[in-house]
């Protein structure tokens, strides 16, 4: 075992310690809608936001199916934390890959921890001027912004007021910006995922050196290896795969344990109803399946990186395994959810807020029905 090995092997291990924090304050957390700073700190010494951060900065730069413990680990424990924890180290991996020398100087090499997190999607606005760009716009689902001290936006490229376009299509860039020159708004009151702090916020206009964006149409590693060559949704699709696997065995693991207790006239409990047997041995063969997708998915896809040839198939792949995985979780999680009839609708129950961080986890564009579609499409387009 190398020594990244056994560094990665001592995260999950430090991940694992601090499993009883993140259960204890998984309510409250609920309440605050964001994550507390005592878990906050324990993430960040256990080193969780370097997960995926270029090894020559300092990070883990982890293979494929180690981030995919991590989160899936993190997201067992509690669903916000695991969310939370793979926007953020998302962002933290963008920064550190793609990201000119001056940007890698102030987020890297300033003395604090690295902290990125924001909303990709281009709806806001950029334009050129003499070294670098004019950035503004407002965003929506700000996941892990609460702590972060730079704020990911994704920017249509404008000239002269005139969009950008390139072979037919506008240019999208990422553009990192100061903590400082954003506004929180505050605004995170929904269904599930209520911890995550996934705040809408507005970026005020300002310009920003070139070196904190990148060109997310054409993106150009600048350090490290395979992990950031896999393609534009290589690493968000596997870190919402990881979400996915943890919230559905521990949603798994709930229902049986509800089973367990709950007593069935004339005696008896639920566990031992051949109907719930049945149904519970269905949903661990479907979740099996669809996480042995991701991982056999995003082995291949590393290994194409390494050998600098990614097939088109393994890009549709990506996406699709990671819908599979939100989808089979949601319908698990609904399942078991009705099973549970009156346990689960009581506030405070883990087998209730694993039912709902699945429903707002599905519910993202990125791993959502649009995904099915589009991959549907190009499947029905492909001659065999």
Known sequence: MNSEERGIQRLLGDVRAMGGLIERCADADEDATQISDEVMQALTNAG??????????????????????????????????????????????????????????????????????????????????????????????????????????????????????????PVMLIALAPREQVEMLGNWNVLGLRGTGSYDFKVREQVVHQDFVFDAGNPQAQRGGALYRMGFFGIPTLCHASFGAGCAHRILDEWARYARQKKRPPKGTVSEMESFQKDLAIAHAQVRAAEAYVRSTFEQLYRCAQSGSIPAQLNLDSRLCASNMLAVGTRVAQTAFTSSATTGLRNGSALQRCFRDMQAGNAHFLTGEQSFIDSGRALAARDQ
């Not at 990070?59 to 926007?87: M, N, R």
């Not at 924001?118 to 892990?144: H, L, M, N």
Request: charged share 15%; glycine share 16%; proline share 4%.
């Open 48 to 169: 969780v936001f370097k997960l995926m951060a270029p090894a020559e900065l300092g990070g883990f730069e982890a293979h494929p199916l180690e981030v995919f413990e991590v989160i899936k680990t993190l997201s067992y424990l509690d669903g916000s934390t695991g969310w939370y924890c793979q926007a953020a180290t998302t962002g933290v991996a963008v920064a550190g890959a793609f990201l000119g020398e001056q940007a890698i100087k102030d987020i890297f090499r300033s003395g604090r921890a690295p902290t990125c997190a924001g909303q990709a999607a281009p709806t806001g606005k950029a334009e050129r001027v003499d070294g670098g760009y004019r950035i503004s716009g407002s965003f929506s689902f700000g996941s892990g912004t609460p702590n972060a001290s730079w704020i990911v936006g994704g920017y249509l490229l404008h000239e002269s007021g005139r969009l950008v376009l390139r072979d037919g299509n």
